[in-house]
């Protein structure tokens, strides 16, 4: 250390080792610059960028060498040869461009420190001992390899720490161990240097060592300020540029849309937007060709789309990082710059677009319960089918289908219940049919099946067979087995009809006939099952018309006291005799009024009839009228009894209104309220027909009856079936139990009538005690039956 001290001090000019080391300082700060600007830029530039770092550094260090040895005073004349003076320059130019390249790679960091601070230590060192070979004196030059090895050391072990110092981004670090690499390695070297003197023919001549130093200083000066400059100035001008850059990126960053540059097919950049659409980082991407981010038919979308000038949307696809595709709708348009043209891609993510297009076409076209199709849906599968069934030649076959039961298991689990067995007797019917047919729900339990290209009987009667299998099969609710069933009407295009609306009519014509056959089947269509729909209809028509023409009349049959057989009251029944027909039963025209909508009328002037005729009779008898399960479920029909009781000044005592289970099991809760709003009044509700449907205990104890009437199939059975008699009895002592009356329906044989007597029926009613009549021929007695011919009454039965 010493050594070197002693040679910088008496060997050496300090003022021109001054000057070369400010020179050296100067230099490396000014490559650094320029290597920093090579490492922020690509392609061409970056190369530019890199030769003028290393110009920079390799001229500081061969003017810092030089102006040194300017400075060196061994008190000897020299000089320098020109060929190897200027080789020095083109070696110190040569390996700093190989370093500052090898800084700069794609090699891992310690690979790069170590290549590239080798690299610089070993192009100083080649440059100083190549300008010590070009030193011509009248003498030998001798070095000591030890010294010599440390001022190598010396060099590399500094070019390694500014090269780390420089790749973290401590530039002004890095120039100041980058100066001490060259200014080490320098003047350690001279302090290894002896001349031994010898004689020449030819001495050098000294040339003046104060000019050759501003020469070269001036020199070397000159290129480093130019090049910093120069620098400075492009960093600037770079920095202005990246702040509009960022800005044009943070706007494109805040649009909705993604945004994509490209340029002969090759993506040259894009906004973050577009990058969160694919999941991937924009330069995982950039540099690529499109189709690494769209699919292969966009990518043949997007030139159509430039040539429509840019105004006319394309939908395709995004192909994302995990493969999935992702829907899209792109504009395209080409724009020209300085740089030349490229284009600009705005893509939109249209995926929840879609999907609500898909929900939409979801809700209008298919049952948001079972996920058929709607009815709006198989009109158009219907008339689709049609169109090419006659364009084919072919068939179609229509089924329509009802679920047997279903209504009673409804209202007896809740909706929640039915709300899946629809589902469930769905999912069977989608998984019973082929792929090309196509099942529908039409509305509350039905159902329909469309079977193009198809005309077979027995094929449409096999997929009927299998529909009624699979649909009886239990179904499963909150443990309970609940079994339900189907009925099936069939029709075939083109005997049946050939039109879907006479298609649809001639189906739902078979699936009548099945019901009314029990249910549990299927049925073809015939003719003669629209000559009984002209007929029905017929009927309907007549019913309507019928009060107004006089056709109804009210019949009224007597009720008795078991005990004492005294007249306690009549029931009324409803008769229609048709001026062509006849006598129309009641169970025929009853019906069809409830369906129609014709029973709120036909009831309110039945209910008005019995309470006008009551209210004439000389003695306070009860007067029974028959309420229908349609009427009970009437807005108000307490108003309207209360309007009919005031009307005739009846005491609502007397009037007796019958309903059956049907109404109870249709609403339970409303029910229950009406029957009190009834109560209310002052009239007695009795519970027609116990014992043939449900029979609920539950009924009588939450609702408020007055009596219960035994079907009159069970008093039929007396004194024939023990079955019967038990039931009857425990009726009868049930309803004492209750403290209600209890009615005996259908009464025709003396025997039935000791055997009600002695269980202490209440009351009594049928053919054996007095027939329906008009009310012309009631005679109101209290005697023997013999007595009486009392018709008994008139209501909707």
Request: net charge negative; glycine share 10%.
């Amino acid at each position: 250390m010493m050594r070197v001290v002693g040679c910088l001090v008496y060997n050496h000019d300090l003022r021109l080792v001054a000057v070369g080391a400010a020179l050296c300082a100067l230099a490396c700060y000014t490559a650094l610059h320029m290597l920093s600007r090579a490492a922020a830029s690509g392609g061409r530039v970056r190369l530019g960028w890199l030769a003028a770092a290393a110009i920079v550094f390799g001229t500081g260090v061969w003017a810092t060498h030089f102006v040194a040895m300017l400075g060196f005073e061994p008190s000897i004349p020299f000089d320098f040869a020109v060929d190897t003076t200027a080789a020095s320059l083109g070696l110190a130019i040569a390996f700093s461009f190989a370093g500052f390249a090898a800084l700069l790679g794609a090699l891992p960091g310690a690979a790069a420190l170590l290549g590239g601070g080798v690299t610089i230590a070993a192009g100083i060192g080649v440059m100083h001992y190549t300008g010590m070979a070009a030193l011509r004196l009248p003498g030998l030059l001798h070095y000591e390899l030890v010294t010599v090895a440390a001022a190598l050391l010396v060099g590399l072990l500094f070019a390694v720490a500014a090269a780390a110092s420089f790749r973290v981004g401590r530039r002004l670090a890095a120039a100041a161990l980058l100066w001490l690499s060259v200014c080490g390695l320098h003047f350690t070297s001279m302090a290894a240097v002896w001349i031994e003197p010898i004689w020449l023919d030819a001495t050098p001549v000294a040339a003046p060592v104060g000019l050759l130093a501003v020469a070269v200083s001036a020199g070397g000066l000159l290129i480093i300020a130019v090049s910093l400059a120069g620098s400075m100035l492009d960093q600037r001008l770079a920095a202005r540029a990246m702040q509009e850059g960022e800005r044009f990126r943070q706007f494109a960053d805040s649009t909705f849309e993604g945004i994509l540059f490209e340029t002969g097919g090759i993506i040259t950049d894009a906004n973050a937007v577009f990058g969160g659409m694919v999941g991937r980082e924009p330069k995982d991407f950039v540099g690529r060709e499109l189709a690494a981010v769209f699919s292969a038919d966009t990518v043949d979308l997007l030139a159509p789309i430039e040539v429509a000038g840019g105004t006319t949307p394309a939908e395709g696809e995004l192909i994302r990082a995990d493969a999935s595709r992702l829907p899209v709708e792109i504009l395209r348009r080409v724009i020209s710059g300085p740089a030349g043209s490229r284009a600009v891609l705005a893509v939109r993510d249209i995926s929840e677009r879609l999907e609500a297009q898909r929900r939409i076409r979801q809700l209008a076209h298919y049952d948001p319960l079972t996920g058929l199709a709607n009815r709006l849906l198989f009109q158009d599968r219907l008339s689709t089918a049609l169109a090419l069934a006659q364009r084919s030649g072919q068939g179609v076959v229509l089924l329509c289908l009802d679920l047997d039961r279903f209504k009673a298991a409804n209202d007896l689990l809740g909706h929640p219940a039915g709300d899946k067995l629809l589902a469930e007797a769905a999912a069977r019917l989608a998984g019973s049919v082929r792929e090309m047919d196509t099942p529908a729900r039409l509305g509350g339990d039905e159902f329909a099946v469309i079977q193009p290209l198809n005309a077979d009987p027995d094929a449409a009667a096999a997929l009927a067979s299998r529909l009624v299998m699979e649909l009886s099969r239990p179904y499963e609710w909150e443990g309970q087995s609940v079994t339900l069933g189907t009925s099936i009407g069939i029709a075939i295009f083109p005997q049946d009809g050939a039109t879907a609306e006479a298609l649809m009519q001639n189906a739902d014509l078979a699936l009548y006939r099945a019901k009314q056959d029990g249910g549990g089947a299927f049925r073809f269509f015939k003719p003669e099952m629209d000559w009984r729909l002209q007929q029905r209809r017929e009927l309907e028509r007549d019913l309507r018309e019928a009060a107004a023409r006089g056709e109804m009349e009210v019949h009224y049959q007597p009720l008795f006291a078991s005990e004492t057989l005294d007249l306690v009251g009549y029931e009324a029944l409803l008769r229609w005799t048709h001026p062509k027909r006849g006598a129309v039963s009641p169970d025929q025209f009853i019906p069809v009024a409830e369906e129609c909508g014709a029973i709120g009328p036909l009831g309110r002037w039945v209910l008005d009839m019995a309470c006008a005729e009551a209210a004439s009779w000389p003695r306070p008898l009860r007067i029974a009228v028959n309420l229908s399960p349609v009427q009970f479920r009437q807005a108000d029909l307490a108003g309207m009894v209360a309007t009919i009781l005031h009307k005739h000044r009846l005491d609502p005592a007397r009037l007796e209104l019958e309903i059956t289970e049907g109404v109870l099991i249709d609403d339970g809760e409303r029910a229950l309220a009406v029957l009190r709003r009834l109560k209310a009044l002052g009239v007695r509700i009795a519970l027609d027909d116990f014992g043939t449907g449900y029979s609920s205990l539950s009924y009588l104890r939450r609702f408020p009856f007055d009596k219960i009437k035994i079907d009159k199939s069970f008093i039929h059975g007396l004194g024939e079936d023990h079955d019967a008699e038990a039931i009857v009895s425990s009726i009868i002592a049930m309803s004492h139990s209750l403290r209600l009356d209890v009615t005996a329906e259908g009464v025709e044989t003396e025997g039935q009538l000791l055997r009600l007597r002695s269980e202490h029926c209440s009351q009594v009613q049928g053919f054996l005690l007095g027939r329906p009549h008009a009310a012309d021929r009631l005679h109101h007695r209290t005697h023997s039956p013999a007595e009486r011919e009392t018709p008994m009454a008139a209501t909707l039965p």
